[in-house]
């Protein structure tokens, strides 16, 4: 079932009403007219029977008497009748025709039984009995030209208004427009709320009819930012009360690890370590996962961008399986200043080197790259990653087929910092000029 909006039936709505009273009003003025331009007809047919009954009476005499034959030359000029003038005819009591105007009508009328107006064929008729002279009278004029006065008035009347509709209708559009901008701003309001922007929408200026709504969806959000912010603290609690103890935990076994050298069982104590350090950073990863829904990324501090590269670098240059493999390019500039938290930025660079530690090959070097755009590129060795996997990476809890046993959060982590930030994050696979190899792209907003 097609989806309908408010605004789309307003303004049929108001269009379908609009054109339905424009019709009828365009009907009215035409009943209108056409009964004004009758009687403005008939008041003048009636006048011209007065002025045409003397000469008609004329025109009988003269065929009374002797000049029963007249010349063409010697007819009344006003009884040589052309289109839209009138013509008479003047009958005898009995009807038997006396006389007639050239050009008048040659049908057989019946014989006329009152004084009025009638319609015969293509002419309207005035009669009108002559009491003195014994005759009827009747002034015959062409319907036509009534009908094409009464049309050109209401054409007249009608095009102003048939161009008046498109004003109408713009009229109509805007106003239901400017209705429902209300709408349209607070179905805005709500898309820019999520899991990290949990806020209550701002009522002033919004009609009556929508208050109830706004307190509605404000009572909804504040309950569900405490429900987001109690589910948070715990997993961050949590989080900071495990990691201690697994950090303890993993230095006993490393010790008895050690005591136990050349013994089958220091193989079985060195998994143990291994897992305690695999769920320590996946401990780690849940804390900054906490700090990134908590809206870290949102902070706009001044920070630099070569400086924190260049630290988190030296950090993964004192791991002995990862310090050979790193190569850092920086632009010519000393600094490259960003609008980001130093913190922010850098769980943001160290992600995702950990995430071309994990996964890259170690046989292949991890190239970071800064550019003087505000971009960093992080480059590992591997094969290629899938167009269908490539789009999921970013999802929590989601990763790819390459070597490594991350978390799966660490991509999460950097794509949402990075979107509270105002940057972005792009994924290469192949990596750009290479044809094998992942490529994770950060783009950083610039510093004013």
């Given at each position: ?10 303004i049929g ?9 424009w ?14 331009v009758n009687e ?11 002025q045409?009954?003397p000469i008609?009476l004329h025109?009988?005499?003269?065929k009374?008497s002797?000049q029963?034959t007249l010349?063409?030359?010697?007819e009344l ?5 052309r289109?839209g003038?009138v013509h008479?005819?003047?009958r005898d009591?009995g009807?038997?025709?006396l006389?007639?105007s ?5 049908e ?5 039984k009152a004084?009025?107006?009638r319609?015969?064929g293509a002419?309207?008729y005035y009669a009108?009995?002559?009491t003195k002279e014994?005759?009827?009278i ?6 036509h ?6 049309f050109?008035?209401?054409l ?9 509709l498109?004003?109408?209708a713009l009229a109509?559009?805007?106003?239901v ?27 002033a200026?919004?009609?009556g ?5 706004i ?8 309950r ?6 109690a589910e ?6 949590a989080?900071?009360?495990l990691?201690?103890?697994i950090?303890?935990?993993r ?11 050349g013994?089958?069982e ?9 897992q ?5 950073r ?6 900054q996962?906490?700090?990134a ?5 949102r902070?706009?501090?001044r920070?630099?961008?070569v400086?924190?590269v260049t630290?988190v670098?030296d950090d993964?240059?004192?791991r ?14 000393e600094?490259c200043?960003?609008?980001m938290d130093?913190d922010a930025l850098?769980?943001?660079l160290?992600n ?7 996964h ?13 755009d505000?971009t960093v590129?992080?480059?590992?060795g591997?094969s290629?990653?899938?167009d269908?996997?490539?789009?999921a990476?970013k999802d929590?809890?989601?990763r ?8 799966g ?5 950097v ?5 509270q930030?105002g940057?972005a994050?792009?994924?290469?696979s192949p990596?750009r000029?290479?044809a ?13």
């Amino acid at each position: 079932m097609a989806q309908w909006t408010i605004r789309s039936r307003l303004i049929g709505s108001l269009l379908g009403q609009v054109a339905v009273l424009w019709i009828a009003g365009v009907v009215i003025a035409g009943l209108v007219v056409h009964h004004e331009v009758n009687e403005v007809f008939d008041s003048a047919l009636r006048e011209t029977t007065a002025q045409i009954v003397p000469i008609a009476l004329h025109e009988y005499q003269l065929k009374k008497s002797a000049q029963t034959t007249l010349a063409p030359e010697q007819e009344l000029a006003s009884l040589n009748t052309r289109r839209g003038h009138v013509h008479f005819l003047l009958r005898d009591r009995g009807g038997v025709l006396l006389v007639a105007s050239q050009g008048a009508p040659s049908e057989q009328l019946p014989k006329p039984k009152a004084n009025g107006f009638r319609n015969v064929g293509a002419f309207r008729y005035y009669a009108r009995y002559l009491t003195k002279e014994n005759v009827w009278i009747e002034v015959a004029q062409e319907l036509h030209e009534r009908r094409e006065a009464a049309f050109g008035i209401w054409l007249a009347l009608a095009s102003p208004l048939l161009a008046l509709l498109p004003i109408a209708a713009l009229a109509v559009w805007k106003v239901v427009g400017r209705a429902t901008e209300p709408i349209l701003s607070v179905s805005s309001e709500l898309e820019a709320r999520g899991g990290d922007h949990l806020e209550p929408i701002d009522g002033a200026g919004l009609p009556g009819e929508l208050a109830p709504v706004i307190v509605s969806i404000n009572t909804l959000m504040a309950r569900l930012k405490e429900a987001l912010e109690a589910e948070r603290a715990f997993a961050a609690n949590a989080a900071h009360e495990l990691r201690n103890p697994i950090a303890s935990a993993r230095a006993q076994i490393q010790v008895l690890s050690g005591k136990l050298m050349g013994t089958p069982e220091q193989v079985r104590t060195e998994n143990i370590a291994s897992q305690l350090g695999q769920l320590g950073r996946r401990i780690e990863r849940l804390l900054q996962m906490s700090r990134a829904d908590a809206g870290l990324g949102r902070a706009r501090d001044r920070s630099d961008l070569v400086g924190i590269v260049t630290l988190v670098m030296d950090d993964y240059g004192r791991r002995p399986d990862v310090g050979p493999r790193l190569n850092l390019e920086v632009p010519n500039e000393e600094s490259c200043w960003v609008a980001m938290d130093q913190d922010a930025l850098a769980i943001v660079l160290r992600n995702a080197i950990e995430n071309a530690v994990s996964h890259g090959s170690p046989a292949e070097p991890i190239d970071v790259r800064v550019g003087s755009d505000h971009t960093v590129s992080v480059i590992n060795g591997c094969s290629v990653v899938p167009d269908d996997m490539l789009r999921a990476l970013k999802d929590r809890f989601r990763r790819g087929e390459a070597r490594g046993s991350g978390s799966g959060l660490g991509l999460a982590i950097v794509d949402t910092i990075m979107r509270q930030a105002g940057g972005a994050v792009m994924l290469h696979s192949p990596a750009r000029g290479r044809a094998d190899g992942f490529e994770v792209m950060l783009s950083f907003p610039g510093a004013v």
